[in-house]
């Protein structure tokens, strides 16, 4: 079962614009993660934040966490042709033997 | 990082026949691993999950029978997608995880049924 929603469903942008995507879940966790995917490949690990924290950077990233809302953000900022690609959240329930339940991803095009 | 192998990362097979997917963790032991499925343009939808030592645990709606999973050591499970179908074809991610840590994806195997 998939744990939630992410709006949008799709993004396009010109290049240098800023990106924001959107992921609501369910149940309450131990962490949330963000991953890349293009088209046709495997996974990419993008951050991980945890339920105690509010706010992480990586490079141009920047995610954000709100539990009572049970919501998180990702923004890419000044984006790239190269940042085009699916996004997916993913909750983790608890640092145990569980799976990561994805959201359904937003698809971003970044126009050059 | 932890490193998860998948092998093959293609395939194609003819409508009927077995295919043998592995998933490997290259420098952890792995107590749990977990088999996903995902069609073009949706999301990971988890199928199984692969105790070592013990029966894998399905998600409802996945047949056991058709995917059956073996995971044999602490270091591979192997998910066999029997009498496959056209609508089988996906793309077919696994992933280990170590207790208490991130868990990690394999790069996929695209499995394409004519």
């Known amino acids: 079962s998939q744990q939630g929603e992410e709006d949008p469903q799709a993004l396009s942008i010109q290049e240098g614009e800023n990106a924001t995507m959107n992921c609501s879940y369910k149940t309450s966790i131990n962490n949330l993660q963000w991953y890349r995917q293009n088209s046709g490949r495997g996974l990419v690990h993008l951050i991980l934040i945890r339920s105690n924290e509010r706010e992480k950077h990586s490079g141009r990233l920047r995610v954000t966490l709100d539990t009572s809302k049970k919501s998180s953000s990702l923004l890419i900022t000044a984006s790239r042709a190269a940042d085009t690609a699916s996004y997916f959240c993913a909750t983790d329930p608890n640092s145990g033997n569980t799976p990561l339940v994805f959201g359904k991803g937003t698809r971003l095009s970044v126009i050059a | 990082g932890a490193v998860v192998s998948q092998h093959p990362s293609r395939v194609i097979c003819k409508s009927g026949t077995s295919v043998k997917i592995e998933c490997r963790s290259l420098?952890?032991?792995?107590?749990?691993m977990f088999w996903y499925r995902q069609f073009p343009k949706q999301s990971l939808m988890l199928m199984a999950t692969s105790n070592e030592g013990s029966k894998a645990t399905y998600e409802q709606g996945v047949e056991k029978d058709k995917f059956l999973i073996n995971h044999a050591s602490l270091t591979l499970s192997t998910l066999t997608v029997t009498s496959a179908h056209p609508e089988d074809s996906s793309f077919y991610i696994c992933?280990?995880?170590?207790?208490?840590?991130?868990?990690?994806f394999g790069p996929g195997t695209r499995l394409t049924v004519t």
């Open positions: 992933s280990a995880r170590r207790r208490g840590d991130e868990q990690y």
């Open positions: 420098d952890f032991q792995a107590t749990t």
